[in-house]
């Protein structure tokens, strides 16, 4: 036999009798654009459409399944989907459940880059998007056209944290026919339930607290029954391909989940009460202090927080100083996402279409990762001194 034809021979998949003999406590992963059809038959029936198996790398490998049902079995939904990010999980479901002439709301607090795909892309499509107030409630009646198809929260939202009344809005979206999605990262499926409050569809960018190390990007999205076969439906014919190392990453991230997110509450609060109390700190934004403007909402539909927080500063620092203070950290690294075990800083001013409690200020986001806090909160102090 030619050496090519060996080497190409050589690593032959393991039968099923071996993959049952070794029980290894995780999964396997597979890699895989073509799965072998055991016979011509089956290559027929796939053809046909009738196959059951598994025929090709887009058809979700088993990891990915895995993965998949973990999370629908943790969020209480009828299906999910995996995704190769936390926001082609959002732009996906955007597109699966609107068509052109649709009107969608969506928070103004979003993730920016889930407000520019609304923004930049969905109006290609004619599809038009009203942005409402961050903390919206019961006053988006106002805002519902006869073409609203879709509402989009995030709640707490992107950077400023404010908490929308999922229950106010799902209490008339479900009275409209209207589907509700909503961005449940923050909070994770462990702390808020969103399906319990009326939402139809539960998203997780799981590139944060699910897989949780910084190293990867994932998401999920978790719809009721009602929408399990538009969602089904889209998945299979846009043909969404989700690595299987990653979906065991987010297997093997869910195993100490509740763990890692108790740690981060109880270390980002820490921080947060101990900022209260700084005498260069105004605001501190974060929904369990009793402080923060929505904290009654946050108490009512949230059984936890996590360790993602912001706050300002009673003085207007000039960019020199900002720079002086935030380059100095030893323990937070200056960079985007969040979730993972170490942390992070950010700062940024933020403009909103609705009227800001924050408008022209600059907010400093925290990731409190999985350090000591009692270190976390020397390292500010230190950079702190730069301000003067
Ligand atoms: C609230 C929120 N949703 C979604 C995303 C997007 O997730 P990913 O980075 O996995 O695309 C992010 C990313 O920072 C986010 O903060």
Not at 3 to 17: D, G
Not at 75 to 94: D, K, M, Q, V
Not at 160 to 167: A, L, R, S, V
């Amino acid at each position: 036999m030619n050496k090519t034809t060996r080497l190409i021979n050589l690593s032959e998949p393991a039968t099923n009798e071996t993959a049952q003999q070794l029980r290894t406590i995780n999964p396997p992963t597979y890699r895989g654009s073509t799965v072998l059809f055991s016979n011509y038959e089956d290559l027929t029936l796939s053809n046909a459409g009738k196959y059951e198996g598994i025929s090709y790398g887009t058809d979700r490998l088993p990891t990915q399944r895995l993965f998949e049902e973990a999370i629908r079995d943790l969020e209480g939904g009828a299906l999910t989907r995996a995704f190769p990010s936390g926001i082609s999980a959002i732009t996906n479901t955007l597109l699966a459940l609107t068509k052109a002439g649709d009107h969608i709301l969506v928070c103004d607090n979003v993730y920016g880059p889930t407000a520019r795909f609304c923004k930049e892309v969905l109006t290609h499509y004619n599809i038009e998007t009203t942005f409402i107030p961050p903390a919206a409630g019961q006053d988006i009646d106002q805002l519902l056209q006869d073409n609203t198809r879709l509402i989009f929260l995030e709640s707490p939202g992107s950077n400023t944290f404010e908490i929308q009344d999922i229950p106010a809005i799902t209490a008339i979206s479900r009275r409209r026919g209207i589907v509700t999605v909503l961005d449940n990262t923050w909070a994770t499926p462990l702390y808020l339930d969103p399906f319990a409050l009326g939402i139809d569809i539960s998203i997780q960018s799981a590139t944060k607290y699910i897989t949780g190390h910084s190293d990867l990007l994932l998401g999920t999205v978790t719809t009721t029954a009602e929408y399990a076969e538009v969602l089904q439906h889209f998945y299979r014919v846009t043909e969404t391909y989700t690595p299987e190392d990653d979906c065991y990453n987010g297997l093997r991230g869910l195993k100490t989940l509740p763990l890692r997110l108790r740690q981060h509450e109880q270390s980002a609060l820490e921080i947060a009460r101990w900022l209260e109390a700084h005498p260069r700190v105004d605001q501190v934004i974060h929904p369990a202090l009793p402080c923060h403007p929505e904290h009654h909402v946050w108490k009512r539909d949230f059984s936890g927080s996590s360790g993602l927080f912001a706050f300002t500063f009673k003085s207007d620092y000039s960019e020199t100083q900002l720079a002086e203070f935030i380059n100095h950290l030893q323990l937070f690294g200056i960079g985007y996402s969040w979730g993972g075990f170490k942390s992070l800083i950010t700062a940024a001013k933020y403009d909103r279409l609705h009227p800001s409690r924050y408008a022209g200020k600059t907010v400093i986001r925290l990731n409190i990762g999985l350090e000591d806090s009692a270190d976390l909160q020397e390292d500010l102090s230190s950079g702190f001194e730069y301000l003067k």
